[in-house]
C-alpha cells in the first residue's frame, strides 16, 4: 500500500492506494473516530459489486450503515438529486457526527461529496473511489459540486474528505471504456506536471492497459501525489489549481453540447487535451515534437483525439465554453503548455484560434 499525505492543517487526511483496501474500510473509519450512523452513497451499477463488502465492512467495525443508492451516470449530478439524498439522509436521522461514504466513480464522489457539505451545514465523508479517473483526480482536493443545464459542475463546495481510501481492485471489474477514459486524467499530469511521469506512460502503457498492479499503483500513487501538492498550495483555484483544468474548458463545453452521457468525461477532455496542445503551439510555440508526442499517447491509449462539427453544434459548442466557470469578464482562459511537465494558466486565446483547434 503507498500512502500520499494532502497537507491542509487541520483538514490534512491520507490517500490510501492499494489492492484489498475495500474490506478495511470500516477499520479505517474507526481510526478517524466518526459518528456511529453512516450512510454509503453509491450508484446503481457499483453498487451491486461493491455496497455489499463496504457495509459489512462498516458494521463489523461497529457502525450503523445505511444504503443511498442513485441511478448512474451523469444526470445524477443535479440538484433534483441532491435534494432526495438529503430527505434519506433526514429519514435516516443522520447527524451532525454521522459521516458519508463515497463509494464509485467521479459522479458519485462529486453528488455525495456536495451532499455532505450541505447537510446539516457539513458533516465528514470519505471517498472510496472506485474508477480510476476518480483515484487519480476527483476524489482528491475537496472538489465537490452538481451540473445545471447551463453547464458542468457551476453549483458546489471545496469541501475536504477525511480519507481517500483507493482499493485498485475495483478496477478490475470497471469495463475497458470507463477504464481508458481514466487515462485521459492520468496523461494529463504528465503533460502539466511531470515529463519523466509522461516518459513512463510512453514506455508503460501496454502494462497500465493490462492493469498490471504493480505499475498502477505506482501511477496512480503519483498523480494522487501530484494533485495532493498542487491542492496544499492553492485548494480553493485562486491560481496554481488551475492547471489540473488542462484540456477541460474544451472538454466540459464538448460534454455539455453534446449531451451529458454521450461522452465519457475522459474522452471530452482528451479531446480537450489535444487541442490545448494546438493551441499551446500557437501561442506559446509549444514544439511541434510534443504536441505530436501528446496526440500520440491518446491515441494509443484508445482515446478520441477530434470531433467533427455542423455549424449548429459548433455554435452550441462556443456557448457552452462561455459558461465555463473560468471565464473571467467574458473572456476564455486557458491552460497552455509550454513543454510537456510545464504549463500556464489564465491565457487569453483568440477565437480563431479556438475554432482551428476543434474543427
Not at 134 to 152: E, R
Not at 220 to 243: F, P, W, Y
Not at 250 to 263: L, Q, T, V
Request: proline share 4%; charged share 25%; aromatic share 6%.
Amino acid at each position: 500500500m503507498r500512502i500520499v499525505p494532502v497537507s491542509l492543517g487541520r483538514r490534512s487526511y491520507e490517500i490510501k492506494v492499494g489492492g484489498g483496501l475495500l474490506p478495511r474500510l470500516g477499520v479505517e473509519c474507526a481510526a478517524l473516530k466518526l459518528g456511529r450512523r453512516c450512510a454509503v452513497v453509491t450508484d446503481s451499477n457499483v453498487g451491486k459489486q461493491f455496497a455489499k463488502s463496504a457495509v459489512e465492512s462498516l458494521s463489523a467495525a461497529g457502525f450503523q450503515p445505511v444504503l443511498v443508492a442513485v441511478p448512474a451516470g451523469e444526470k445524477s449530478k443535479c440538484l433534483s438529486r441532491v435534494e432526495k439524498c438529503h430527505d434519506q439522509l433526514a429519514k435516516h436521522r443522520l447527524e451532525r457526527k454521522s459521516f458519508i461514504v463515497a463509494l464509485g466513480g467521479g459522479v458519485v464522489g462529486d453528488l455525495a461529496g456536495f451532499v455532505a457539505a450541505t447537510y446539516l451545514r457539513g458533516i465528514p465523508f470519505v471517498q472510496v473511489p472506485t474508477s480510476l479517473l476518480a483515484q487519480v483526480d476527483s476524489s482528491v482536493g475537496g472538489k465537490t459540486g452538481v451540473n445545471l443545464k447551463s453547464g458542468k459542475n457551476l453549483v458546489g463546495a471545496f469541501y475536504q474528505p477525511r480519507l481517500v481510501l483507493c482499493d485498485l481492485d475495483t478496477l478490475k471489474t470497471l469495463p475497458r471504456r470507463e477504464y481508458v477514459s481514466g487515462l485521459a486524467e492520468v496523461i494529463k499530469y504528465g503533460v502539466i506536471y511531470d515529463e519523466p511521469l509522461f516518459a513512463r506512460l510512453e514506455r508503460d502503457l501496454s502494462k497500465l492497459l493490462k492493469r498490471q498492479e504493480t505499475t498502477l499503483r505506482d501511477v496512480v500513487a503519483r498523480c494522487c501525489e501530484i494533485k495532493a501538492e498542487v491542492v496544499g498550495l492553492d485548494e480553493t483555484e485562486s491560481g496554481l489549481r488551475a492547471v489540473l483544468n488542462f484540456g477541460h474548458t474544451i472538454g466540459h463545453a464538448i460534454e455539455n453540447s453534446s449531451g451529458y452521457g454521450k461522452y465519457l468525461h475522459g474522452e471530452a477532455i482528451s479531446i480537450g487535451q489535444v487541442a490545448a496542445a494546438k493551441l499551446s503551439q500557437q501561442v506559446l510555440g509549444l514544439p511541434a515534437d510534443e504536441v505530436g508526442r501528446i496526440e500520440k499517447l491518446f491515441i494509443r491509449a484508445g482515446l478520441p483525439v477530434s470531433i467533427k462539427l455542423d455549424a449548429a453544434r459548433r455554435k452550441k459548442l462556443f456557448a457552452a465554453m462561455l459558461l465555463d466557470k473560468k471565464v473571467s469578464a467574458g473572456e476564455i482562459k486557458f491552460v497552455l503548455a509550454q513543454k510537456i511537465g510545464q504549463v500556464v494558466w489564465g491565457q487569453k486565446v483568440p477565437t480563431e484560434l479556438i475554432q482551428l483547434a476543434v474543427p
